[in-house]
Every structure is written in structure tokens, then in C-alpha cells.
């Protein structure tokens, strides 16, 4: 099942879950609103459905394809002059090009700690759909006004509120009403066909660049070779009579490299006895072979592809993603159970690389990308891969694929770059994509990474045989150990 038919199933569910728990709410709900809430509310004489979900319903997962029940998000944006807030249904994306005729410059989502500042401000915990809450001229999507009933966050973390059309109306009287979202609904998914993948990417470039196309994809995507460095780890990883000191001496060839695996090694995240003096050291003593020589692999093939400086893929972004998936995936792979379980250095490289196709954008279409990161940073709560569909016609994943192929990497790891969105994924290993999935995930519900917090379907924890609570028990050691990660990813990022 394509990855968009599997989401539209998930909201659904969870709609299904709100909507009968809402039918059976008959009762006033003894919930205290934010005082800047309810002293709006009653100064419009509305009174709304007050909701507590039960903790398996997530208000920012809220979605539904049923356009007469919908949840309203607030989305403030800001110019160098001044702030304006959007409200639209939690699956469509902000059209950013709506609201560039209306202002002088082009509007950017404010930043998480001017959020954090305008919530603490207002003494809330999460942004309601109300416009005179924050007192920011608003532009309402016109969608939103011909829901029957409107959801939105109530202020207060774990509780919503639902209002009736004629309520939400007289709560956005005298916001402006326009054409603001861009529904999910009506996005194509990419096929699972690598052909129709390249067919895709081609007709992207030809689209939105201005290359002269040549009759093979890979020349046309003049993505830059494997350094040299590169090239000797990929093809030390394939000789299975290759020993340590092959790596120590490739390694120590890049003294860049060399200073990031001995740093690594010596990050207080892996507790080493003593000092770490030397490749060598790192790989006996601390790290072990096979994960030195992927991180040595994943580190030097970032270095062949410019990582973006500013954005929602910003270096530290990028490489905080990145390194926390490759972790992820390397526990979850250990607890795994035998016949499920792959390769722990194929677990951790298509971790560290499950991002890369935003490298291949920036690279790609250079012009386009800063665009793409201001759509992605007004939209925290869409998947990206409906954003980049939207705005070029492919995925990252797709360009990971092609990447992966284009380098010749092993199978595992292209296949699990490729699918990592889709957990109805059934080929070859299908395990390693299934775990990029979960990864990515589990980190969504932490807030690292740059999707949104959504269900994980119970078949994916079935196809590898997981336990949810060990995997939560996986998390919880991690995030223990968050101090020490971040250490390590300051110490790569410079």
C-alpha cells in the first residue's frame, strides 16, 4: 500500500477514536481553559465542547479526510515589519505563495523560541486556533469555514475544544477568509517502481532546473563522485579478509576524519577508560570495527555533498537527525530478535544517511531549496514528503534511492533509504527500512528530526517482531544519555 493510502488510514482511525468519544461526551467536562481563552470565548458568548483524549489520542496527529469534521492549527509567520497568523485543517499544507501578495516581503514561520516566548507570554501550553488570543491580524483558509464541527487545541496540553460552524465563524469574525491550504488529500505518493523513480527525478530537473538533459539520469543529476576516501572504506567494507589496520590506514589518510572518529571515541557517550590516543585505540578499544568503519563511511560521503547553513535542514539540524537515527537504529536492531535482526553496521549507515536526500535537493536544485525549508518550517505539522511532492513533483527518499544506487552502496542500505516511509514495505530486507521507519518515529514523539508526531501502525512492530515497551525502554536510554550525544554532535558540527 502507498505510503499516502496507509496515512489517510491512520487519520481516519483516529478520527474514528475522537469522534465516538465526542458522540459520548454528554456531560460538562470539569477542564479550567487558559484565562486568555476563556475570557475570549465568553466575550463572543461561545461555549464549546470541552475534550479530553485518552493518551493514545495525540492533538498534534489529529487529522481527518472527512472535510465536515476538521482540526484547526494556528501557524504565526513574521516579516522583518510585522506578525500575521494563518489558521488551516491539520492535513493541508500552508500555500506560502497565497500569502506573498499580501505582504511586502516574504513571510517565514516564526522560530521555535519565539514561540516558546509567545506561549509562555499568553500563559499557555499549546496555540489555540483563536485569533484574538495573540491579537495578530489572521488569515483564515476558507476550507476550514464549511466544517460542520472544527477541533483545536484548548490551550492546555492533552485537552481540545470542538466549536460548531456557526461558533468557529464567530470566533474568526473579522479575520480575513482565503485560499490558504494545499490538502495532502489530493498529493500523489510515489509508486514503489525505481523506474517511475528516475522518471520522477527527470522530469523534476527538467521542470525546475535549467541543465540541459542528457539520456542518462545519473549524468543528469551530476551528482559529485565518492571522494577517495570514500571509495576505499566502501570497498574495504565488501573484503572479507580486511582487518583493522586496512581501516586504521585508510582513516588516517583524512586527518578531518581521523580527529571525528578518535573524537567520537573519546565522547563522554561511549565512557572509555582512559585517554583515546589513537584510530587504533578508538576501534579496539571503544567502538569496534564495524561501526568505526560505517561512521568512517557515512562521515566521508557527507563530506562529498554540501550540507545546507541555514534552514530546516541546517547543519546542526541535519547532522542531529542524522547521528540520532543512526543510534536509534542501532539499538533497535540489537533487541530485534534473530531472524529479524540485520546487520548492526548497515542498521547504523542507513541511519546516518536516512536524511541525505536534502543534501541531493540543495545540490540539485539549489534555487528551490531555500524555498522548500521555508515551507517546511511553516508546516512542523505535515510530513515532509507531501511539501516536497507539492513543491518538485519527488521525495528525498526517491532522491536516497537514486544516491544510494548511484554510488553503489549495498542493497540493504538502498532499499532501506528508499522505504523508509513506508511501513507496508515487503522486499528484499525489508527490515532495515522498517527500522528507519520506526526510528524516525520514535524520534518524532521526542521532537528531533522533522517529522510530526504520528501513530506507528501495530503491523510494523509485528513485521519485526518488537515489543512497543522494549522499544520505549530503547528511547528512555537515549534520551538518558541526550547530554552526552549532544556533546558529540557539537564536536561534529564544528
Not at 469534521?69 to 493541508?92: C, D, G, K
Not at 527490515?431 to 503491523?459: D, K, V, W
Request: net charge negative; proline share 5%; with cysteine.
Amino acid at each position: 500500500m502507498e505510503a499516502l493510502a496507509l496515512t489517510a488510514t491512520l487519520i481516519q482511525n483516529t478520527y474514528n477514536n475522537l469522534a465516538a468519544l465526542y458522540a459520548a461526551s454528554t456531560e460538562e467536562v470539569p477542564v479550567t481553559l487558559p484565562h486568555c481563552v476563556l475570557s475570549t470565548l465568553n466575550i463572543k458568548h461561545i461555549t464549546p465542547e470541552v475534550i479530553e483524549p485518552d493518551s493514545s489520542i495525540n492533538l498534534d496527529e489529529l487529522d481527518t479526510q472527512n472535510s465536515a469534521q476538521q482540526l484547526a492549527i494556528m501557524i504565526v509567520l513574521e516579516t522583518t515589519e510585522s506578525r500575521f497568523q494563518a489558521i488551516i485543517s491539520s492535513n493541508s499544507i500552508l500555500n506560502l505563495d497565497a500569502l506573498n501578495g499580501l505582504s511586502q516581503q516574504q513571510p517565514r514561520a516564526i522560530k521555535a523560541d519565539s514561540k516558546a516566548q509567545l506561549l509562555s507570554s499568553k500563559a499557555l501550553e499549546t496555540l489555540p486556533a483563536i485569533p484574538d488570543v495573540t491579537g495578530y491580524d489572521t488569515f483564515v483558509d476558507v476550507e476550514l469555514l464549511k466544517a460542520e464541527t472544527v477541533f483545536m487545541a484548548s490551550g492546555k496540553l492533552g485537552t481540545m475544544i470542538a466549536l460548531t460552524q456557526k461558533d468557529f465563524a464567530t470566533l474568526v469574525e473579522g479575520s480575513q477568509a482565503i485560499e490558504l491550504g494545499i490538502s495532502i488529500f489530493d498529493l500523489s505518493s510515489p509508486s514503489n517502481c525505481r523506474k517511475q523513480d528516475s522518471d520522477d527525478i527527470y522530469d523534476a530537473i527538467r521542470n525546475y532546473t535549467s541543465l540541459q538533459i542528457k539520456k542518462r539520469l545519473h549524468d543528469t543529476l551530476e551528482i559529485p563522485p565518492l571522494s577517495a576516501t570514500a571509495q576505499k572504506i566502501l570497498t574495504l567494507s565488501a573484503d572479507s579478509n580486511a582487518d583493522i589496520e586496512d581501516l586504521v590506514a585508510i582513516i588516517e589518510l583524512d586527518p578531518s576524519l581521523a580527529a571525528q572518529v578518535v573524537g567520537w571515541a573519546a565522547s563522554p557517550y561511549y565512557s572509555a577508560p582512559g585517554k583515546v590516543k589513537s584510530i587504533h585505540d578508538a576501534i579496539v578499544r571503544v567502538l569496534g570495527y564495524e561501526l568505526v568503519l560505517n561512521l568512517a563511511l557515512g562521515l566521508a560521503m557527507g563530506q562529498s555533498l554540501k550540507v545546507p547553513s541555514n534552514g530546516a535542514c541546517a547543519i546542526s539540524l541535519f547532522w542531529r537527525q542524522s547521528i540520532y537515527c543512526a543510534l536509534t537504529m542501532e539499538k533497535l536492531n540489537h533487541i530485534t530478535p534473530t531472524s529479524k535482526r540485520g546487520q548492526p553496521g548497515f542498521a547504523y549507515l542507513a541511519g546516518l544517511m536516512n536524511n541525505f536526500g536534502y543534501l541531493i535537493f540543495n545540490h540539485v536544485f539549489p534555487s528551490h531549496f531555500s524555498t522548500l525549508c521555508l515551507y517546511m518550517n511553516a508546516n512542523p505539522h505535515i510530513n515532509p514528503m507531501y511539501i516536497e511532492r507539492h513543491l518538485l513533483g519527488i521525495t528525498s527518499e526517491q532522491m536516497c534511492g537514486q544516491l544510494a544506487e548511484i554510488w553503489n552502496l549495498p542493497s540493504p542500505i538502498n532499499n532501506a533509504l528508499r522505504f523508509q516511509q513506508d511501513p507496508r514495505y515487503d522486499g528484499t530486507e525489508a527490515n532495515y527500512a522498517h527500522l528507519c521507519f520506526l526510528s524516525t518515529r520514535m524520534l518524532a514523539q521526542i521532537g528531533i528530526g522533522n517529522l510530526p508526531p504520528e501513530t506507528i501502525p501495530e503491523s510494523l512492530y509485528q513485521a519485526l517482531d518488537l515489543d512497543p515497551n522494549d522499544v520505549d525502554e530503547v528511547m528512555q536510554g537515549l534520551l538518558a544519555s541526550h547530554e552526552e550525544i549532544e556533546i558529540m554532535l557539537s564536536n561534529l558540527a564544528a
